[in-house]
């Protein structure tokens, strides 16, 4: 799997989104802070709070899409995600490499939220599969993850809960 163009990081844009805890008030500002390089650079990152609540439906969308079980649901749930969406795509070498962006550079931070977030998903969906997605089977963990791995046989959201099922599974074995 190429996962090392913008339409495919911009998948971890999404599952990130998905995963923050974006119930505070400041939740939805705090992701923006944490992941500014996705914005054109004098975005103003202040939400009013209904955009702010929008923000947080998209991130809702994306955990649906990716905790879908059959290709109706998927298809579906990514339909309502990329109806936010207002693509409008340019090319860019801000970082050295000609890529494409997908919303418009001067667009309001939740315009370029979505955009990239519907666009980034919708892409890894189409090219390697809806499978490639899924929660967590670590205990006590909902995350949901992108499969990067050439198997697709990924189970968990990160190594640290990867290992921790790991151990888990280890001690009970030993306790039988
Ligand atoms: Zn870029
Ligand atoms: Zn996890």
Request: charged share 25%.
């Amino acid at each position: 799997m190429d996962y090392d163009t913008y339409g495919s990081t911009a998948v971890e844009l999404a599952i990130a989104l998905a995963n923050a805890d974006l119930e505070p008030d400041d939740g939805v500002a705090r992701f923006l802070a944490a992941h500014d390089e996705w914005f054109t650079p004098g975005t103003s990152l202040e939400l009013s709070p209904a955009d702010a609540q929008k923000a947080a439906a998209t991130g809702r969308l994306v955990r649906e899409v990716a905790l879908a079980e059959s290709q109706p649901d998927v298809l579906t749930r990514l339909n309502e995600l990329l109806a936010l969406a207002r693509p409008r795509p340019y090319a860019t070498d801000h970082d050295g490499e000609l890529h494409l962006h997908y919303a418009r550079p001067d667009s309001p931070a939740l315009e370029q939220l979505t955009t990239t977030v519907a666009m980034g998903l919708s892409q890894v969906v189409v090219q390697h599969g809806w499978q490639r997605l899924g929660a967590c089977s670590a205990e006590g963990c909902d995350d949901v993850y992108v499969d990067t791995s050439r198997n697709a046989s990924r189970r968990y959201c990160s190594n640290t809960c990867a290992s921790r099922s790991t151990v888990a599974a280890y001690r009970a074995r030993r306790k039988v």
